[in-house]
T-cell receptor, first 110, second 115 residues
Framework: GENVEQHPSTLSVQEGDSAVIKCTYS??????FPWYKQELGKRPQLIID?????GEKKDQRIAVTLNKTAKHFSLHITETQPEDSAVYFC?????????FGAGTRLFVKA | GAVVSQHPSRVICKSGTSVKIECRSL??????MFWYRQFPKQSLMLMAT?????????EQGVEKDKFLINHASLTLSTLTVTSAHPEDSSFYIC???????????FGQGTRLTVV
């Protein structure tokens, strides 16, 4: 069935460094790729998304890239801050349902 | 963004009893809602897709008689955990979106503890 793989599962960076999280998907029908941030005890919140007709999108310190041919998409966070520490989920949607990756626990050390 | 409200946020029940969890879209009509289960430090595992006015679509390995889903209106879906056992203890969270190619709005989740 449809699958989304996400790496790494845990990522620790120093404040100010960049963080990159990568995902691959299997469903060719997917055309919508959102990223969600889940802080401890809270619900996931959308932080950025990209559609299949776009290769890259940026919003301040956050950027997402998409390689539809290779079925890869990535989240880039620059100048990380302690408040970026959370679990990040990628997802692939556009078919009947949205499939989530396993999540990446990001630690930003001050 | 749109608001999805989930109730209750926490529930403790005895083994063998049933628990109902509600998921409401407060300011939009959601023809489709999704129910997830999340284990500690793990991802969101899709349990089922709830369609208004029709039967829910369950993911492989999810017992439909165990996890009853009802989507009676465009703003309300319910998940009933029947004959709950301690292994059903988990964090259950719903989401709703206009379409699968748009943002999903999540409820605040329900932490179920079965004792």
């Amino acid at each position: 069935g449809e699958n989304v793989e996400q790496h790494p599962s845990t990522l620790s960076v120093q404040e100010g460094d960049s963080a990159v999280i990568k995902c691959t998907y299997s469903d060719s029908a997917s055309n919508y790729f959102p990223w969600y941030k889940q802080e401890l005890g809270k619900r996931p919140q959308l932080i950025i998304d990209i559609r299949s007709n776009v290769g890259e999108k940026k919003d301040q310190r956050i950027a997402v890239t998409l390689n539809k041919t290779a079925k890869h998409f990535s989240l880039h966070i620059t100048e990380t801050q302690p408040e970026d520490s959370a679990v990040y989920f990628c997802a692939a949607g556009g078919g009947f349902k949205t499939i989530f990756g396993a999540g990446t626990r990001l630690f930003v050390k001050a | 963004g749109a608001v999805v409200s989930q109730h209750p946020s926490r529930v403790i029940c005895k083994s063998g009893t049933s628990v109902k969890i509600e998921c409401r879209s407060l300011d939009f009509q959601a023809t489709t809602m999704f129910w997830y289960r999340q284990f500690p430090k793990q991802s969101l595992m899709l349990m089922a897709t709830s369609n208004e006015g029709s039967k829910a679509t369950y993911e492989q390995g999810v017992e439909k008689d165990k996890f009853l889903i009802n989507h009676a209106s465009l703003t309300l879906s319910t998940l009933t955990v029947t004959s709950a056992h301690p292994e059903d203890s988990s964090f259950y969270i719903c989401s709703a979106s206009y379409r699968s190619d748009t943002e999903a709005f999540f409820g605040q989740g329900t932490r179920l503890t079965v004792v």
